[in-house]
């Protein structure tokens, strides 16, 4: 996942707002079907959620998420927005997709952007020569050709940059702020070159926006703001962002030369990739399951995204086996150039948003596959209603748990359009200690907790897509 | 620390042997003294060891060990053995300690060893191509100019390689091994180059010794084994040795070019660094304190082993503010190239070991100053007696455990031959996740934890110090 969460924080509030609204009418209906009905309807489902389950996380499926995620990963590697490797994922993909046997493989073309960071270094120079381990941030214009040689401001906060104002000229500002959480810290990450620009400063070093470091540069889509001056900027490490600020506080006198040879080059084609098992009934109505195919440069991309992509290729595949062709079609779709702000899934809104009555559910995985422990939702009270239903068919693998909101770049413009949304919810902790880093690897997923993700993600996508009814909105 | 841990599995053994030999006779003396007199002599400390501990932990000296720590690794950053910064390191402290008032501070003259990484490199070459993050092991030969291209062989265990010789002929062996603790698993780092070069490999890539990655590579040294061809040898992450074994395991041959220009130069002319409180009425008596100022090439060795060391000052600070002198010397010694063997302290073992009848107490801190617990100890059962009651003197700051065994390559001489040795010991669950890494920085390091480590240290010393008889043998 990229960065843009902020954005959430209001939909959450909008939200929480919704179900205020509507709390007193619940659970007195679900659409034209009185809830009793529908609740019974959905218990009705025990056993072939079981079944799910059973195939999933102890039977012949059993660990192949997992199996198909490594051997995507270790054939493609990671595969950026642009790049080389993303069309090879995508190729690896359709023809993974078709291979299974699953219905109406296809291609949607996007256009992309296209960043390519290039070589690029940070040497502290002074108070002593100090190689810094950096990761230049995406979208970053380069610094001129022999690179960026400044001395450093070191800042806490916007706040510190402000008053501060006037040191900042001609220097490198160095963000140090504390990681409080990612949604509220990795803003500095977003606008910080800006902000920096509009005081003077030449560039700027943005301390990873993770809570654990061992000395591991964190990257991540910046975005320059309208009207201020492009300057480079890049990520460095806790360490060295905490190393300058004691140094800072001593009064010494830090300078750094910055080397970037970063270039944007014009969008690019790609393509959102697509499978489906098509409705026995209502072949136009969609619950859409889906993770993003591409990833950072760094890594694997195995958490970010591949888990996600994988185990939306996977519940199909579950239910494929069980013969099991629900009422409305469930499609897969695997994002390009989420990384960059949902670039893939935004076109494909627009593509698809004439059709929007017809989207049941729209699903992402981008928060990692680690151990589930249910869905976030966002939808109307008497959709969360069905949900909370739907959700006790997991009891036998204990991930009946309804958060209050969904989450996710890829389908919130389909939430904020009305459309219920899920995301998984899984115990992250970890997920921002390896997130846009080279640890970003086969060796934080697990087999047994993707088998779990992928019984759960198969289980409420069919369900869904199966109900005489529509998810009221 | 470096790896020789192995021995100590084996003086683990001894000391459990000796206290069991000792038991029927403890604690009816301490020496010439009645025990019980003894335990009265230490109670009476409980005082002077509250101010030793108020001063440090909530005094004026709160912090100091911390940012004395911050100041001398951000000043000279790692300094490796035969390094220009190890020099500088040991003229920083010889300073440092001068300014602070200490006695007899002076250099002792050792002889190092002098091996420079140079630049090194791996690249997968085939099944795709892919940059490893790599760290050459210390005393590794170089690669040809060009480096070493040549197929992989993957082996999770000595066992497995022996099975599979005849598939290690001119191969690169990758060892997979997992990790089960440092001691155990650390032979693969140790004799990995050479158990690979008995059978024909030309190159052997280690999995970092470490139950926790993002990425990071270990380095650490080696030692190549009499009589075998010596073949370049350096660490990987677990994360690549894990890829390459599914690769591996699904028939894909892989291709790794290994580039190292790691270079051994003669021995290079270093010093033990010492400095003193001289005993009142038996200076030749001696309690050690200890930890190394030397350290891995990388990151700033702040946990490997600056914090042993400057706890290790400090405990002598803490002791000369409060005008505490006791009755025998307290030494202080900063010993050079510990990561090589423990190159310095043998030394210095050799040429003091004349007056071991005057060696009290020999003290090392050398597995971090996280949060402490106490101590480890080897000794008779009488002198674990009476350290059993120097203990309790640190009720006030809860540290008042008294661990079986001694550990510390720079003191084990002094504990082989007879003379009792005590370790700091810490909760340091996350020791080996930073160790011999880009990140054993001042980021893991906590003042908090440093006040309470610097507090034990001094205690102890202290009172083993000023206590009217020596510890029994």
């Not at 499978?275 to 072949?283: C, L, V």
């Amino acid at each position: 996942m990229q960065g843009r969460q902020i954005k959430r924080c209001g939909l959450f509030s909008l939200t929480l707002l919704a179900t205020f609204l509507h709390c007193s009418c619940l659970p007195h209906s679900t659409g034209g079907k009185p809830f009793p009905e529908t609740a019974k309807e959905i218990a009705s489902y025990t056993k072939v959620a079981k079944s799910i389950i059973d195939l999933a996380v102890y039977g012949k499926a059993q660990n192949r998420s997992y199996e198909r995620l490594a051997d995507f990963t270790d054939t493609i590697g990671n595969r950026v927005s642009g790049s080389k490797n993303l069309d090879l994922a995508i190729n690896y993909m359709f023809s993974a997709l078709r291979k299974d046997g699953l219905e109406n493989v296809h291609l949607e073309p996007v256009k992309i952007p296209h960043w390519v960071r290039g070589e690029e270094s940070a040497m502290m120079l002074q108070p002593r020569n100090h190689t810094m381990a950096i990761l230049g941030l995406g979208s970053s214009v380069a610094t001129p050709q022999g690179g960026i040689e400044a001395e450093v401001l070191v800042v806490e906060s916007f706040e510190e940059l402000k008053k501060r104002q006037k040191e900042a000229i001609g220097k490198i500002v160095v963000y140090n702020q504390p990681f409080v959480s990612y949604e509220e810290t990795v803003q500095y990450r977003e606008i910080g070159a800006s902000k920096a620009a509009e005081v003077g400063a030449v560039a700027t070093l943005i301390r990873s926006i993770t809570p654990f470091s061992i000395n591991s540069p964190h990257t991540g889509w910046q975005d320059y703001q309208e009207g201020v001056q492009k300057i480079p900027t890049a990520c460095i490490t806790v360490e060295d962002a905490m190393m300058m600020a004691r140094m800072a506080k001593r009064g010494q006198r830090i300078v750094v030369r910055l080397t970037m040879n970063a270039q944007t080059f014009p969008d690019a084609d790609s393509f959102n990739t697509v499978a489906e098992i098509i409705g026995s009934e209502h072949p136009e109505q969609v619950v859409l399951l889906s993770g993003h195919l591409d990833s950072w440069d760094v890594g694997q991309g195995a958490m970010d995204d591949g888990g996600g992509a994988l185990i939306s290729w996977e519940a199909l595949s579950l239910l494929k086996d069980l013969g099991l062709r629900p009422r409305r079609t469930l499609r897969t779709v695997l994002w390009s150039a989420e990384e960059q702000g949902g670039v893939g899934a935004q076109q494909y809104f627009q593509l698809h948003k004439v059709n929007i009555s017809n989207f049941n559910l729209v699903m992402e995985s981008d928060l990692g596959t680690f151990s589930p422990l249910g869905l976030q939702f966002t939808g109307s009270a008497q959709a969360r209603a069905v949900m909370a239903e739907v959700m006790k068919l997991l009891k036998p693998i204990n991930t009946t748990t309804l958060e209050q909101h969904g989450e996710g770049v890829d389908i919130e413009m389909w939430m904020d359009a009305g459309v219920p949304g899920a995301s998984l919810h899984v115990a992250d902790s970890r997920y921002f200690w390896f997130h846009h880093t080279n640890g970003d690897t086969m060796s934080v997923q697990s087999p047994i907790e993707m088998n779990l993700c992928s019984a759960l993600w198969a289980v409420v996508a069919y369900v869904v897509a199966d109900l005489e009814e529509m998810l009221p909105r």
